[in-house]
């Protein structure tokens, strides 16, 4: 989902401050993971002419999941209001048999609020089932635990917005050890190989001074031409064009960096990342590579609005006289409210080899190692992430200073303890109907009443009786006016917990 935030970019600079001109930016809510591990699966949602494109890349450890059997190949669709990822392949490809089935509990969630469409093939080799409240996983036909498994389906015609698709990022954390699967649709890294801004990625440029940014030669490049010699510094910063919230998610910034300057005195040139909190512009936080006639290393810093400013002491960067090519990276923990900062001196081509410059507490607890004061931050805090450059009295020329391979982690968990879980079990012959189609499926608790509805329905109320089975009969009228029929089912326990619905959808033989 998106929204419209002004913010006003009032940025605390190396022992001093500076306004920005407040600025009007698009900000989407990002919940974005990382590269995908054991156990990993991302899903990815793009649109172009033909449609939109639903592809998905990764593992599952069915080690300690129940293999349940085959599934015979029905049609692929996809359903955003009920949380349905249908990737079986169907009867047009061989076999007909095309996933298999696994029972783990899957947590309850939806993609957004749009209904059931149908999809192109997928191959049964890359076939996947996930669906919202269900306790089956379907995966290709004879998987073994732990294999690479990619595919995509086609929603051709389609569009992002005419599927209701709410864009927000996610994941589903499933039991067992299964692993996780992530749910995404915006860009979390950027190369700059293009050498072009990727206005989607990146928003406007805030720069004082004689600073700007320039993407050319793979790499984000920081110049002044002249320096400011009025307010005595220039800056410029570019903004990630998403957020990234707190509340219950972990997020992690990481950022190539090179500064080969050689300042005099107290002139000096630094390259970074900034965090700054949305609710409060005067509160953030940095890391970056400086150098100048007398100190060059990395440097951390905390500042806030109830500090009035940076955080004292002022803190100090580290030893590194030599390094001119490293990494940065910061890391918040939302259950500690405690920003981390780390470096690495020699960047990413060698792999990483974090070490921690130090901890910032930012909630009324503290707890950093270096510095702590408390943000003005809610229970569900927003922040925005940004490459800064700035330098004091320096022309810095191209190859001098700049940015490169960006990338951000932010996890957004999917949990569900309170509502009961509905699934519509597999009949005898398939998703298939005749003259007569009779739902029928399971809670994990007994039921006080459940609600179903089918193509063209509003849903309908009927006694659960408090039994952990239910049943549905979809009305023959329906039946013969259609040739493929989808039927959700939502449940509600004697406590009042209403689950999110299960849906299933059905061919006619």
Known sequence: MTYIMSINFSKPLFRAFASFTSKTILIAALCLPGLHALGDVEISISETSSGVTLSWDGSINTANLTDDGDLGAVSTGFDPSNGVFDGEGNNNISPNSSIYLFSVDVPNFSFGNGSNVSAGDVDPASSFLFESGND????????????????????????ISGLGIDTTPFEVILPDGAGTVFF??????DEFSDNSKDTYRWGMDDALGGAIFDETNTRVEYLVGTPDTNQGFDEARRPWNVNIGGGTDQCDVILDVSNNVLPNGDDNASIGLRITNLENSNDSIYIELIRSGNEKGFLAALSSQDAGGEVMPFTSPTSHASVTDGSVRLNYNPSTKIFTAFYDTTGSNDGFQWVEW?????????????????????NDPSFQVA???????????????????????KIAVVTDTTAPRLRITKPSRSFRYSRSLIVRGKSNEALKSFQAKWTGSRYKTFSGRGSKAFKVKVPRSTLKKKRAVSVSVRGTDAAGNTSRPTSQRYKRK
């Open 387 to 409: 490459i800064s450059g700035f330098s004091e009295a320096l022309t810095i020329p191209s190859g001098s200073v700049s940015a490169d391979n960006f990338s951000i982690t």
């Open 358 to 378: 130090g901890s910032f507490g930012v909630g009324a607890t503290g707890g950093g190692s270096s510095r702590n004061s408390p943000w003005q931050i809610g």
């Open 184 to 189: 995404f649709s915006t860009p979390h890294s």
């Open 136 to 159: 089956e996983l379907g995966l290709p036909l004879g998987y073994v635990s732990g294999a690479n498994f990619s595919g995509s389906l086609l929603l051709s015609g389609q569009t």
